[in-house]
T-cell receptor, first 114, second 114 residues
């Protein structure tokens, strides 16, 4: 069955330290991969995506993600965390199976402590 | 550029009543999505439109949910009759490209069924 997993419900990091939010997937074919962020009392916002090409993609607010085909992962990273990065992060995978389909992960709450 | 508009923002109804949600996507976006987001979970795709045609409605409970996108612009999602488990945030999103394009989300409608 097609699936997306965000294995950590919560990630806590000190400000200034690097952060990683994990995402793995299990879909047929070549997936398109996305990260979205949900700040408190605000709607979901697009951060970055991988469609094809360079495995390392850069996005908004200094975030980047690395597509690893052999490990079927698309982890979100940032070299130096800010308190303002505290939010709920969702990984999403789009794949084609008779029609275009999209699945969202369950979300990871990122908390950055000063 | 105006974002995705949704109304109402909040709705409280009793079980077995009906309710309708409205969405106006970003101008020019051919693809429109409706999601259900239950507290603590990621968004679940209910239906995806490409212009006024349905691309995927495999997770739409068709015995009680219906959606339409007349003229390929605005869309309405209806629930009739509502159940307690329908309590959730209903998100509308739109994108230029229904496969590789990032989605732009509206603020959502929080539905409480009592």
């Amino acid at each position: 069955a097609q699936s997306v997993a965000q294995p950590e419900d919560q990630v806590k990091v000190a400000e200034g330290n690097p952060l990683t939010v994990k995402c793995t997937y299990s879909v047929s074919g070549n997936p398109y991969l996305f990260w979205y962020v949900q700040y408190p009392n605000r709607g979901l916002q697009f951060l970055l995506k991988y469609i094809t090409g360079d495995n390392l993609v850069k996005g908004s607010y200094g975030f980047e993600a690395e597509f690893n085909k052999s490990q079927t992962s698309f982890h979100l990273k940032k070299p130096s965390a800010l308190v303002s990065d505290s939010a709920l992060y969702f990984c999403a995978v789009r794949f084609y199976s008779s029609a275009s389909k999209i699945i969202f992960g369950s979300g990871t709450r990122l908390s950055i402590r000063p | 550029e105006a974002g995705v508009a949704q109304s109402p923002r909040y709705k409280i109804i009793e079980k077995r009543q009906s309710v309708a949600f409205w969405c106006n996507p970003i101008s020019g976006h051919a693809t429109l999505y409706w999601y259900q987001q239950i507290l603590g979970q990621g968004p679940k795709l209910l239906i995806q439109f490409q212009n006024n045609g349905v691309v995927d409605d495999s997770q739409l409970p068709k015995d009680r949910f219906s959606a339409e996108r007349l003229k390929g612009v605005d869309s309405t999602l209806k629930i009739q009759p509502a159940k307690l488990e329908d309590s959730a945030v209903y998100l509308c999103a739109s994108s230029l490209d229904g496969l590789a394009g990032e989605q732009y989300f509206g603020p959502g409608t929080r539905l409480t069924v009592t």
